[in-house]
């Protein structure tokens, strides 16, 4: 028998309905790093988005105990769904339209994890993420958007249009913009931005 953590995501979805509650666990571990930014991008508040991610997972189980759970191999994109739904209403509640917009020193590189490396590496990396971050906060709210979804939360172009109400040639045209338009600024402010 697999351990928890090499399995599948409808693996432990069975597992936690049969009654294994780390089942959920895993699941949780696996993805709150993105669900978790995905919701932190959109409010640009670390204490709601701590309470959006925690109701929107609570929600997830209570799908998941009623047995209402659809599996179509998408658990990251439909949880996704339900914490964006989470950011609508938090924001209708609010009567205020929600923004995707990062707040400035908002570290999205803590969700990466590096491998050990020397004090240099490390420093050039620390450097280098800096200025990416600074480059990305100048892009256009739209191509910000589709550019973190797709990079750092690791969706797919369909989980993107269906996420951003847009078409998939649009999340496409967005990112190719984001894309050009890193590159421009990047040639223009001569960094290194090489992950050698």
């Not at 658990?75 to 996704?80: A, G, T």
């Amino acid at each position: 028998m697999k351990m928890l953590k090499e399995k599948s995501d409808l693996e432990l979805i069975q597992a936690y309905i049969a009654g294994n509650e780390s089942g959920v666990e895993v699941l949780l571990n696996r993805y709150k790093t993105k669900v978790y930014t995905s919701i932190y991008l959109q409010v640009k508040d670390e204490y709601l988005a701590e309470d959006i991610f925690q109701e929107t997972f609570i929600k997830v189980i209570k799908t998941l105990k009623a047995g209402r759970y659809n599996d179509e191999g998408k658990f990251l994109p439909w949880v996704i769904r339900i914490a964006q739904n989470m950011v609508i209403d938090h924001f209708r509640r609010e009567k205020r339209s929600p923004t995707v917009v990062s707040s400035e020193g908002y570290d999205i590189f803590g969700v990466l994890e590096f491998a050990d490396e020397s004090q240099e590496s490390k420093l050039v990396i620390n450097q280098r993420d800096i200025d990416l971050r600074k480059i990305i906060q100048r892009l256009p709210d739209d191509q910000k958007e589709v550019l973190i979804m797709r990079h750092f939360c690791e969706m797919s172009f369909k989980d993107i249009a269906d996420i951003t109400g847009v078409s998939i040639n649009t999340a496409l045209g967005r990112m190719r913009y984001a894309l050009n338009n890193l590159r421009k600024m990047i040639e223009e402010h001569n960094l290194m931005l090489n992950i050698g």
